[in-house]
């Protein structure tokens, strides 16, 4: 039988977690692809939604599975001034169900008490480069509200995450001290090679 760590493992590890000294030092050197990055999409969306005046900003230019999960989440934190109904709408913009009362909100009781703020992320410390927000809001809080349905016993996998949010995760792993000084000493050397990050990301996985 696998280790491997599952969805729910991974989601209870990293609660209190935050060192990023490492991955500060990547966002400084490399940043992050622009062009076609979803989570950027995801953080861009987020911050034009809190950030915008509700009379004046019609919504147009955000992506529609974004706005379900901005208003989930909105919701989900002041349930007595919440309005109803949410549309949710997966990546493909397909309207997948609707919300329409309060016993109908998904689970997000792993969101309380993380210490980021959930529904601005430009408040949050290193803003786009906030692996925290990365992992709990733009994985797991979409996959529960916009993915239908997400299984917390399911191993995660590395189609979840990008290059930056592994080595976050590594960062503040157990038992990782060699792969993260061969990390730094290819990132100050800039000869950082993908397999690097992978391969210290998937013993991570792996580990019982």
Known sequence: ??????????????????KDRLTKKYFEKYGLKKKG?????????FVKLNTS??????????????????RVIE?????ERAKFPIEIYDKHEKLIRIIDCPSKMPNLGFLKDIDIDLLNPALNLRQEANQKWHLFVGIFA??????????????FTKKFSCKILRLWM?????????????????IANDTLERALIDNAFNAFLEEG
């Open 37 to 45: 990055n979803l989570y950027l999409g995801l953080y861009d969306d």
């Open 142 to 155: 979409y996959s529960v509200v916009c993915k239908s349905p997400f299984k917390w016993e399911k191993y």
């Open 1 to 18: 039988m696998s280790n491997r760590k599952s969805n729910q493992n991974i989601c209870d590890f990293y609660k209190d977690k935050s």
């Open 75 to 79: 919701a989900w934190k002041d349930i």
């Open 53 to 70: 005046s509700k009379k004046e900003f019609s919504g147009e230019g955000i992506d529609k599975d974004n706005k379900s999960l901005y």
């Open 170 to 186: 590594i960062e503040n792993a157990e038992n990782q001290e060699d792969a993260l000084k061969n990390i730094e000493e290819a």
